[in-house]
């Protein structure tokens, strides 16, 4: 058994270490390749280092780069979580590295969408993986954080502040506002991509339902849509009353014919839908990819 325990655990770092690889070299294939040559940039850190390399020289963008990340990685350390600064630093470096070594890599000239689609689907697919192997790329999502504990502000209102200073500026550097637009739109495709690879292109539901006919409602979504479910205990607000509450787990596609069950057995019905990134049973992800019958975490009332 502690065999079995410590494969498992060898298994998992090497997974995790092999897509930190690749997804900072794919970012870093985006950066170098095609943003660079083509007078674009890539918001927060990167960004900066990409305008500081710009005005000393190309050569000096990984430099720039690591020194900015450094102050980051110690108010992270401080006030995140060892692990995360260490996968942080891990990915920072394999970056750094990866921008290095594209330096005779011939550069990507194209037309205008082609550089802002390819650039921002292979920065978006690097950056993604990073981050959904519980790292970042860019320091300002350290801040970020801090800012939403300490002022409220959400990650992606502070992220959004910052980067559209830093376009901004690179419009008045480069003194061409079409470099800054092509940049920002870079970005987003950039964003659309980065969450596509985080959360998987199946979106899976989590579904509260309650309602006065739970047990009606339970046995339909079973038998005729093949999904488990869980029954939870609650209590009205107002009634005081004690309530059964149904948690159902269903993909995208299935969702249409979940809520037409639930509101044909009760039309009054309250439904709470919310997305899910994955689904852990035990101690093995399940893939957000499955085929019916979708079982969930296991009730008595099941």
């Known amino acids: 058994m502690p065999h079995q325990a410590h494969s498992r655990s060898f298994l998992f770092y090497i997974n995790t270490y092999f897509w930190l690889i690749i997804g900072s070299v794919l970012a870093a294939i985006g950066v170098k390749i095609f943003l660079v040559p083509n007078h674009l940039i890539d918001g927060g850190i990167v960004g900066i280092a990409m305008i500081g390399s710009y005005l ?5 963008l990984p430099l720039f780069y690591l020194i900015l990340n450094i102050p980051f990685l110690f108010l992270g350390f401080k006030q995140i979580g060892k692990h995360f600064v260490f996968m942080m630093f891990i990915a920072v470096i394999l970056f750094g590295v990866s921008v290095v070594l594209l330096d005779n890599a011939p550069p990507f000239k194209g037309e205008t969408l082609e550089v802002i689609f390819l650039g921002g689907v292979i920065i978006g697919a690097g950056s993604g993986l990073v981050i959904r192997k519980g790292a970042s790329l860019d320091g300002v999502e350290i801040l970020a954080i801090i800012m939403n504990r300490r002022k409220g502000f959400t990650v992606g209102q502070v992220i959004l502040f910052i980067n559209a200073f830093i376009f901004i500026a ?5 003194r061409d506002w079409h470099t800054a637009l092509q940049s920002m739109m870079v970005y987003i495709v950039a964003c659309k991509i980065m969450d596509t690879v985080i959360v998987g292109l199946d979106e899976t539901k989590s579904v509260i339902i309650v309602s006065s006919a739970p047990k009606q409602i339970s046995k339909a979504v079973m038998t005729e849509l093949g999904i488990g479910l869980t029954v939870l205990y609650g209590r009205g607000g107002f009634s005081n009353k004690d309530q ?7 993909e995208r596609l299935q969702l249409a014919e979940l809520k037409e ?3 044909r057995e009760d039309p009054g019905a309250f439904m709470a839908i919310e997305n899910l990134h994955e689904v852990i049973n035990g101690r093995i992800n399940v893939p957000v990819r499955r085929k019916r019958p979708l079982h969930v975490l296991p009730s008595k009332n099941t």
Not at 56 to 60: C, D, F, L, N
Not at 170 to 174: A, K, R, V
Not at 244 to 250: G, T, W
């Open 244 to 250: 059964e509450i149904l948690y159902v787990i269903a």
């Open 56 to 60: 000393v020289g190309a050569k000096y």
């Open 170 to 174: 690179s419009g008045f550097i480069y």
């Open 261 to 263: 069950v639930v509101h």
